[in-house]
């Protein structure tokens, strides 16, 4: 028989280490809500005190979420995400000023947000030693981003728009708006037809129904 202090240790049950992450992930976030879990492997989170997570999130593994900073005297970026959103792996976040997630969200695999790029005003200097152009952020409750989307600065996603898989939305989407391409356009309406009071792909607030 084998000393017990000579045995091989066995892998503690998957239940076991989901309970005992989601503990250590408490401690290390500015909020980490009750149910929700953040699967291994991790590619990378920064600054995680500036990163705020709701209630029964999941993320699926390779995620990436990162707050920045936009200079060198700048604080951390912000990042909200709201309960029950879903995200699919490969997953990247990066936020220099403010990034906001509604609840109920859903985000298919290799989605990437951005509320910054690198400056490119500066002649004979590279892109990334130029400062950010920041711009934040908001999706809407309800969402649904496709496969492959990116929402890059100064966007609004509004309440109930579906994002195309491989859309590259450089402006804000109305409320209910289906966007697609790139950049992405407005191609139709969940249900067939705008919220009501939503703003238009031309600016116009629709009529009350």
């Not at 290799?110 to 952020?137: C, E, F, W, Y």
């Amino acid at each position: 028989m084998i000393p017990c202090a000579m045995r091989p240790l066995r892998p503690l049950p998957g239940a076991v280490c989901r309970r005992a992450r989601r503990r250590w992930l408490r401690t290390r976030f500015a909020r980490f809500g009750r149910g929700s879990y953040l699967s291994w492997p991790t590619d990378l989170v920064t600054e995680p005190k500036h990163i705020e997570i709701g209630e029964a999130v999941f993320f699926r593994p390779h995620s990436r979420l990162e707050a920045v900073r936009a200079n060198a005297d700048a604080a951390p970026g912000r990042v909200v995400i709201g309960d029950r959103t879903h995200v699919e792996g490969y997953f990247s976040l990066s936020a220099a000023e403010s990034v906001e997630i509604g609840h109920d969200v859903l985000i298919g695999a290799n989605v990437a947000i951005r509320d910054h790029d690198h400056g490119t005003s500066m002649a004979g200097v590279h892109p990334l030693l130029q400062p950010l152009i920041v711009s934040p952020v908001k999706i809407g409750d309800y969402c649904w981003l496709g496969q492959n989307a990116v929402i890059l600065k100064g966007v609004t996603v509004g309440s109930r728009a579906i994002v195309g898989a491989n859309a590259v939305v450089t402006r804000s989407v109305p409320a209910g708006a289906i966007v697609g391409g790139v950049p992405a356009r407005q191609i139709g309406w969940v249900d067939g037809f705008p919220e009501p009071g939503s703003a238009t792909t031309s600016g116009h607030a629709t009529p009350e129904r």
